[in-house]
């Protein structure tokens, strides 16, 4: 079994002093520190499966959530949730950059630093949604799904008659004397104000003009023309609202919906803070949601894994997988002497790791990896041999400017022949399966913070050159303590090859 690896990811663990009683509420979350852009960032995280993030609302923090995400984790995904500039212990974003572009852009930062380098489910509550918003518009190759729970971004405030008044037009006021109303009734103001009393104080103690900042975005944010590109895309959506929400009104909720087109949207009982009131109920919808997006794992893997507790693996647990294409020595050799390290952020990809993906599968349960194999042997016979992949002739940036890849063409007949074998396997419609585009990737760079200009001359970067292709490798990638990992689980040679 051939294993391939990567420099590692390695953020700081810095869990918070043991506290039973925390322990016991916030299931297996573990407190984490890392760096972003050189400064501070704090975030929690547990489990394993499918990546979903989730943005926290204004004034609280991560933590504010523990007994709602551990009810997520069991659900059997791999829960990041940041604490976002400004709160929680994270480090404020700059004067420069004080708007949800500048929020998106950190959490783009951030998942780079942590280690979650494919797509993932976003989900954010309150102004968390509105952050999930801006980064799935801004960055689409990150994002999977949007998950949004009673979010800012509808452009509609309230109505009188046919006369809609927009959210700009609601005075500050209005929002303050709706804050009790969210903590009513007595049944979950227990719950909720000591949320807000151990979370929201420490916050506005900590860093007053980022706690203001966030809200002025909150009440003034318009994010209409940022729906109706989500809907133009076609990113799965689920919204969910709190019926008895003051905060974000029924009238911004439905213009939301509105604005996506036909989103799957869910109505539940309680107030703005429903999941913190009653995560038992936010873990019952959740279960839903993951499947209407398509992120449901194994129910009995999950279940198992539930049992055997967190980090331990079963034969039968999700691997993230694809199907590649190797180049061989010489043309390996010969991308090494390209110079590719334009910039300090560019990292560019091991030799050995180079290939190119015929079709990604995503999380697919290791009990299919016999039956996939057999899937490449049917593809394999199919194909018409000899098969040659042409590489080049320049490098060039995939919009967004964080991967740099070489054309890789010839296996269109090939990635078809891959796809028509597996499908019965791993079905199509996928929200993270994308059409295929035969590329190398060289490189990789970082978050796009600054100035650019220093990366412009990799894409200036020639190379002319082809290799025959001998082989279908069904490759499994998994994240470890020294980071991410690809392992060869099989294969299948091509007709005529030796």
């Not at 050189?38 to 959530?65: C, I, S, T």
């Not at 979370?199 to 860093?207: M, Q, V, W």
């Not at 394999?380 to 002739?393: D, E, F, M, S, W």
């Not at 990799?458 to 020294?482: I, M």
Request: net charge neutral.
């Amino acid at each position: 079994m051939e294993t391939r690896g990567e420099p590692p990811v390695a953020p700081r663990s810095d869990p918070d002093p043991p506290d039973p009683r925390a322990a016991r509420e916030a299931g297996w979350l573990t407190w984490k520190r890392t760096d972003v852009d050189g400064r501070p960032a704090v975030y929690a995280e547990a489990g394993e499966g499918p990546h979903v993030v989730f943005l926290h609302g204004w004034g609280l923090d991560h933590k504010a959530y523990k007994r709602a995400l551990s009810r997520l984790v069991a659900a059997g995904v791999h829960v990041v949730a940041p604490a976002l500039p400004g709160f929680g212990g994270t480090a404020a974003l700059s004067r420069r950059a004080p708007d949800l572009t500048g929020y998106a852009r950190w959490v783009d930062q951030f998942l780079y630093e942590v280690g979650v380098d494919g797509p993932a489910l976003i989900m954010g509550h309150s102004f968390g949604g509105g952050v999930a918003i801006r980064f799935a518009h801004d960055h689409a190759e990150r994002t999977r799904a949007l998950v949004l729970v009673n979010s800012i971004g509808g452009s509609a405030w309230t109505h009188q008659g046919s006369t809609i008044r927009s959210m700009a037009e609601r005075p500050l006021w209005d929002w303050g004397i709706h804050l009790p109303a969210d903590i009513l009734p007595v049944r979950q103001a227990r719950k909720v104000l000591s949320v807000i009393v151990a979370e929201a104080l420490p916050n506005l103690f900590r860093d007053p003009r980022a706690f203001w900042q966030a809200a002025g975005l909150a009440r003034r944010v318009d994010l209409t023309a940022e729906l109706d590109e989500l809907r133009r895309r076609g990113l799965p959506v689920v919204v969910l609202w709190g019926s008895n929400d003051r905060i974000v009104t029924q009238d911004s909720f439905d213009a939301m919906c509105l604005a996506l087109g036909d989103p799957h949207a869910v109505t539940v009982p309680g107030a703005h803070s429903w999941l913190i009131a009653d995560p038992d109920a936010f873990g019952e919808v959740m279960t839903n949601v993951l499947d209407v997006v398509g992120l449901t794992p194994d129910l009995d893997g999950a279940a198992c894994a539930r049992r055997r507790g967190p980090g331990r693996r079963g034969p039968h647990s999700g691997v993230r997988m694809f199907v590649a294409i190797w180049p061989d020595g010489t043309t390996r050799e010969r991308l090494s002497s390209l110079d590719l390290a334009v910039d300090p952020d560019v990292r560019v990809v091991r030799p050995d790791e180079w290939h190119v993906t015929l079709r990604f599968l995503g999380e697919v349960d290791g009990g299919l990896v016999p039956s996939l194999v057999g899937a490449l042997e049917r593809a394999a016979r199919t194909v018409v041999t000899p098969v040659r992949c042409v590489l080049g002739p320049t490098a060039a940036w995939f919009p967004g400017g964080r991967v740099l890849q070489l054309p890789a063409g010839g296996l269109d007949g090939i990635a078809a022949a891959v796809r028509s074998t597996t499908l019965p396997l791993v079905p199509a419609g996928r929200p993270d399966e994308m059409p295929f585009r035969g590329h190398l990737t060289l490189a990789r760079a970082g978050p796009a913070v600054g100035d650019r200009t220093g990366r412009a001359g990799a894409d200036t970067v020639g190379f002319t050159g082809s290799f025959a292709v001998d082989a279908l490798e069904l490759v499994g990638s998994r994240r470890t303590a020294d980071g991410p990992r690809y392992t060869t689980l099989g294969g299948a040679r091509l007709p005529g090859t030796p």
